[in-house]
């Protein structure tokens, strides 16, 4: 079990959050602001998790999963941040979102973007590359034979490990890779980002992008 905290109540940050509590993690949900609007949307998307402030909800979290809309970034404290586990599920939809120069700032990828702006905090790309309406639709159990394959990316070897491990109790077989800068290779517009694909063929695609398999997927993280 390990204690979760979710910034961000729209359709993938619940979506998250209710796959976590079904894998058996203790989640805690927050929003920008007031805990209290975001108990009544809890109370339909995400029936049985907790609610807080989002100081309150990271505070002795083990894993944070950012899935606020890329401009709002800059409201993140870095300091609330500094030291934590950081999965970066987020995409850049500049269709709606424009190019956003100053998140950018030079960066290649929104998640070495992410990592820039929350300096001390151990960034890892991973749940971005998977529809919310598919995380509990493709969940499967570990023995199965159409289980999906994901990827956690970070410089970090050992966060991208411990991304990995959890994002596989969600019921994915997920790699740990590395780094950032290949983390392009899960983001929109990516063959992986557009499809769905057994562990097999996730590691190859992130060969081929040039990312370094930090450990391959977990076989039981329960």
Request: hydrophobic share 50%.
């Amino acid at each position: 079990m390990t204690r979760v905290a979710v910034l961000g109540v729209g359709k993938v940050g619940t979506a998250i959050a209710r796959a976590a509590l079904a894998a058996g993690h203790e989640v805690t949900v927050a929003g920008s602001g007031d805990p209290e609007p975001v108990r009544f949307i809890t109370e339909i998307m995400a029936p049985g998790v907790a609610v807080a402030a989002a100081y309150d909800a990271v505070e002795g979290s083990e894993i944070v999963v950012l899935s606020i809309p890329l401009p709002k970034l800059a409201s993140l404290d870095p300091e609330m941040l500094a030291g934590r586990v950081v999965v970066d599920a987020m995409n850049h939809w500049e269709p709606t979102d424009g190019a956003l120069p100053a998140i950018f700032d030079g960066h290649a990828t929104t998640s070495e973007a992410v990592a820039a702006h929350l300096a001390g905090a151990r960034v890892v790309k991973a749940l971005n590359h998977i529809g919310y309406h598919e995380m509990e639709a493709d969940a499967r159990e570990f023995d199965a034979a159409d289980r999906r394959g994901l990827a956690a990316v970070s410089d970090d070897a050992a966060a991208a490990r411990v991304v990995a491990e959890f994002v596989s109790s969600l019921g994915f077989d997920t790699l740990a890779a590395g780094g950032l800068a290949h983390s392009a290779a899960l983001e929109p517009g990516s063959e992986l980002f557009a499809g769905s694909f057994p562990v097999a063929d996730v590691a190859r695609l992130l060969g081929d992008a040039g990312a370094q398999i930090h450990a391959p997927a977990p076989t039981a993280t329960r």
